[in-house]
């Protein structure tokens, strides 16, 4: 027989949560399931998303149906722990070129590394593969490999230290860098470092690239160590101080040292991942703000900002889904979450 006092905590946890549910404005259901790691989302103009998995695969999902089926033509991937095939993202004109870019893993345990590409999606099956940055440093973790294109129309990727930190702060190296090209791969004359793709140095492990679109700046979510992990404003040449500084710290060490506009946490990590400028009408309330991901504390945040400072921070779901890789804004403002636990969904979040 259950104790009283075990039956009563029980039903106040229950009532609790279910207020707790009652008073967010949103809903969140299952839009497909039974995916492996799924890593970067991208929306197609005609509202179907195309999803990496980490372990090397690519898949078309119709929100309409669910329905979710393999693309054809993805290349040779290495996936183990942390590495695989990673970023996405769209071309501009992917409506009439069926052009996309790909951030993947490549060689094995021996000789890592990863690659930047472009491809063209015919039908359900990329061909024509177009190498823009090869041989980049990898390894198990700190990969990076987000991949965004700016309003201007530059394609922009990310690259971890891939465990060799001190390679962070050579610009000659590619480790630890936020990188910015012409979208055919050929390096933007005017890139802070002449014949360089470098746009940014002293990154551990950014894995989260958005623009702001009041004003076009470039902001990212990079991973801490064991604390400290980071929301940057990424300028042009910036230093960003891995693995010399860290989060929001005074650092005397480096003269040009960009700290983080904020820090998730001083005493711990939450496994910070993608974010997003909400734009949509779903939430209107939400307009303008930061909704970022996390992995270790499976959260969604929101973040309130005052120019270029967080005015307030708030905690939207928490660990209700396991680990948190991506976010993605859909064109009605509804939102996609995509899980990273090993048997993965991808979440659609809707008004209530």
Not at 1 to 18: D, G, K, S, W
Not at 170 to 181: E, H, P, T
Not at 238 to 257: F, H, Q, V
Request: glycine share 10%; hydrophobic share 40%; with cysteine.
């Amino acid at each position: 027989m259950r104790h009283p006092l075990i039956i009563a905590v029980f039903v106040f946890i229950v009532l609790t949560v279910e207020a707790h549910a009652q008073q967010l404005p949103f809903k969140v259901s299952t839009l497909a399931d039974g995916l492996e790691h799924p890593w970067s989302m991208a929306l197609m103009p005609d509202g179907k998303m195309l999803v990496t998995e980490r372990p090397g695969r690519l898949h078309l999902i119709d929100p309409a149906s669910g329905q979710v089926k393999s693309v054809g033509g993805m290349p040779e991937v290495r996936a183990e722990s942390e590495a695989g095939a990673l970023g996405l993202a769209l071309d501009p004109d992917f409506a009439s070129n069926g052009r996309l870019y790909l951030c993947y893993s490549t060689g094995w345990t021996l000789a890592p590394a990863n690659r930047l590409s472009a491809f063209v999606l015919k039908g359900n099956k990329l061909s024509g593969e177009q190498i823009l940055l090869d041989d980049l440093p990898g390894a198990k973790w700190h990969n990076g490999c987000r991949v965004a294109i700016s309003p201007d129309g530059h394609l922009f990727a990310s690259l971890g230290d891939a465990t060799a930190a001190d390679g962070a702060q050579d610009v000659a190296q590619r480790r630890g860098k936020i990188f910015r090209l012409n979208r055919d791969g050929g390096v933007p004359t005017d890139n802070p470092f002449p014949g360089s793709p470098v746009w940014s140095f002293g990154h551990r492990n950014p894995q989260g690239l958005a623009f702001r679109p009041a004003d076009g700046a470039l902001w990212s979510t990079e991973h801490g160590p064991d604390t400290q992990d980071e929301l940057n404003r990424i300028e042009k040449g910036g230093n960003y101080g891995w693995p010399l500084c860290r989060g929001t710290d005074e650092c005397g060490k480096l003269t040009d040292y960009h700290p983080a506009i904020a820090e998730f946490e001083h005493d711990r990590t939450i496994a910070i991942s993608d974010l997003i400028f909400y734009q949509g009408d779903a939430f209107p309330q939400w307009k303008g703000d930061i909704l970022f991901v996390s992995l270790k504390t499976g959260r969604l945040y929101r973040l309130k900002l005052d120019g270029d400072k967080v005015a307030k921070t708030e905690i939207l779901l928490d660990d209700e889904f396991g680990r948190l890789r991506d976010i993605a804004e859909a064109s009605d403002g509804s939102l996609y979450l995509a899980t990273d636990n090993g048997e993965d969904q991808i979440l659609h979040v809707t008004p209530r």
